[in-house]
């Protein structure tokens, strides 16, 4: 007589031989074999219930199975199911045995992306006969639950980049991610440093967040740096990120004179004195001053002369020309161009 153990363990099961042998003579007289089955019941285990998996990286998770006979491990999610104990592929999932741990299926996804994310089943079946035929068996499952997820980015676009003054320029701010960031903070930064935020319409485009800020009749003021900010938090972390370009407005050379005192009648012997106001971008190179139809003066953008002063900004230059001991001949109308 054979005594299982108490409870019994499924390491117990297998083919057992009573053999009846003739005064001890290696010779089998009679032998019963029979096929023992102590079945237990199968358990799936997952190491935890979700994990965040970042776009284009491998996502990997492994289910414990444990149980006696079992006969059937699979990995299911939507419309895909993987045998694991034949090592099944499909697309970029795999489910395989770990040949150092038996009870081990490892599941990988590669090149993970938003298609990928969701709840993936890890079901396992025992299955065994009754010494009258009848088939028994159990069944368990357990879920992991892959996020996907997407750190932020911006991308900051001009329709037209340069722009010509009185134009109309539409700024884009694209941001993407998942979790989706929230709207961005568009900002125009000028020459001296100071920031100002500019307002923006959004509309959520497929997983991505599309925000336009129309510039309209621009003018060289609007020949700055322009900033993209946007931010999403996963797993409690904020991941931030920005994109940047300067938008550049050509426009054409304009001249503005102006007289100091104001138009009026001057005394011979007096002074007289023109200030000559250009703006452009490329900042105009040459100033021409002229009196009766004639060019009396020219300068350019380096030099100015004696008897003149040049005060200059970012795209404006500011000629300052004085006529001392004005004379009759003086009389005249002063342009400068």
């Known amino acids: 007589a054979y005594t299982f153990q108490s409870p019994p363990s499924s390491t117990e099961s297998g083919v057992y031989q009573c053999i009846m042998r003739n005064n001890g003579v290696a010779k089998f007289m009679k032998q019963k074999t029979t096929n023992v089955v102590i079945a237990t019941d199968p358990s799936v285990m997952v190491a935890s219930s979700a994990t965040s998996i970042y776009d284009g990286t491998t996502a990997e998770f492994t289910c414990t199975v444990t149980g006696y006979p079992v006969t059937s491990v699979t990995v299911s999610k939507d419309s895909l199911t993987l045998d694991c104990l034949a090592g099944t592929t499909s697309g970029d999932t795999t489910c395989s045995q770990n040949p150092n741990s038996p009870s081990e299926f490892v599941i990988k996804v590669e090149t993970f992306s938003a298609d990928e994310a969701g709840a993936y ?5 025992t299955k065994w006969y009754k010494t009258d035929g009848t088939e028994m068996g159990k069944s368990a499952e357990n879920t992991k639950v892959l996020n996907y997820v997407k750190a932020s980015t911006a991308t900051l676009t001009f329709d037209k980049n ?4 009185g134009d109309t320029v539409t700024l884009s701010c694209r941001v ?15 020459k001296d440093g100071s920031t100002t935020l500019i307002g923006r319409s959004c509309n959520v485009r497929m997983m991505a967040k599309e925000c336009t800020v129309p510039l309209r009749d621009v003018d060289l003021n609007y020949n700055v740096n322009y900033r993209c900010d946007a931010s ?15 938008l550049v407005i050509e426009g054409n050379a304009v001249a503005i004179l102006t007289q100091e005192p104001a138009d009026q009648e001057l005394d011979v012997g007096s002074s007289l004195t023109f200030t000559c106001i250009i703006e452009g971008n490329p900042l ?11 060019v009396f003066k020219e300068y350019d953008s380096q030099s100015a002369g004696d008897d003149s002063q040049i005060t200059s900004s970012t795209y404006t230059l500011s000629y300052i020309k004085t ?7 003086d009389t005249s109308k002063y342009t400068c161009s």
């Open 121 to 125: 089943k890890c079901s396992a079946a």
């Open 162 to 165: 340069p722009a010509e003054v």
């Open 176 to 190: 993407e991610g998942s979790p989706m960031p929230g709207s961005p903070n568009i900002t125009r930064t000028a």
């Open 232 to 246: 999403n938090v996963i797993d409690g972390v904020a991941k931030s990120s920005s994109d940047d370009e300067d």
């Open 284 to 294: 105009p190179n040459k100033l021409k001053f002229e009196r009766k139809g004639e």
């Open 323 to 329: 006529i001392n001991k004005l004379q009759l001949s």
